[in-house]
T-cell receptor, first 108, second 111 residues
């Protein structure tokens, strides 16, 4: 079992729709959870982090964490073509472990 | 504020040749990471430094890879000799509190 699992996609949504990205992790001791966006040929950039169970909202982005289910998700509201990228889920218990990423395409 | 700086951005070498990558972290960031990212995969941790001390190098292939962070600032990652399977993007990141900031990476191609 991989430490951090994501659906590789591609996930395709129309412009203006909600994109939902999911991630599960295996280490119950994980303390911090991150979502990174990576455009093709570029390095990952941090979108959001979440530490506590529940929802955390930042603009069009909402991160959701359920530690009991070892599940973290990212919702992107009003998706834009510029949101098209690979989204990496990362989980930290001192060191960061990344999922393989989900490729998102937002179609105009 | 300048971000994480890496050089070179691209490197093409023949197998069995040595190669070195350089990283300058964000000023004041004591924690530095080297990752390797293969196509279609997430970054994979190679080594983590706290200041000049390597505190986690369990994923570093020590037969051919080495790293150093003299004076706790800049860091160098070396591969000698390189193999075809080493072709990847090598990312450096530095950390402030819980957040890691990535450099642009070095894309290595081994022929």
């Amino acid at each position: 079992q991989k430490e951090v699992e994501q659906n590789s996609g591609p996930l395709s949504v129309p412009e203006g729709a909600i994109a939902s990205l999911n991630c599960t992790y295996s280490d119950r001791g994980s303390q911090s959870f991150f979502w990174y966006r990576q455009y093709s040929g570029k390095s990952p950039e941090l979108i959001m982090f979440i530490y506590s169970n529940g929802d955390k909202e930042d603009g069009r982005f909402t991160a959701q964490l359920n530690k009991a289910s070892q599940y973290v998700s990212l919702l992107i509201r009003d998706s834009q073509p510029s949101d098209s990228a690979t989204y990496l889920c990362a989980v930290s218990n001192n060191d960061m472990r990344f999922g393989a990423g989900t490729r998102l395409t937002v179609k105009p | 504020e300048a971000g994480v700086v890496q050089s070179p951005r691209y490197k093409i070498i023949e197998k069995k040749q040595p190669v070195a990558f350089w990283c300058n972290p964000i000023s004041g960031h004591n924690t530095l990471y080297w990752y390797r990212q293969n196509l279609g995969q997430g970054p994979e941790l190679l080594i983590r430094y706290e200041n000049e001390e390597a505190v986690d190098d369990s994923q570093l292939p020590k037969d051919r890879f080495s790293a150093e962070r003299l004076k706790g600032v800049d860091s160098t990652l070396k591969i000698q000799p390189a193999e075809l399977g080493d072709s990847a993007v090598y990312l450096c990141a530095s950390r402030y509190t819980d957040t890691q900031y990535f450099g642009p990476g070095t894309r290595l191609t081994v022929l």
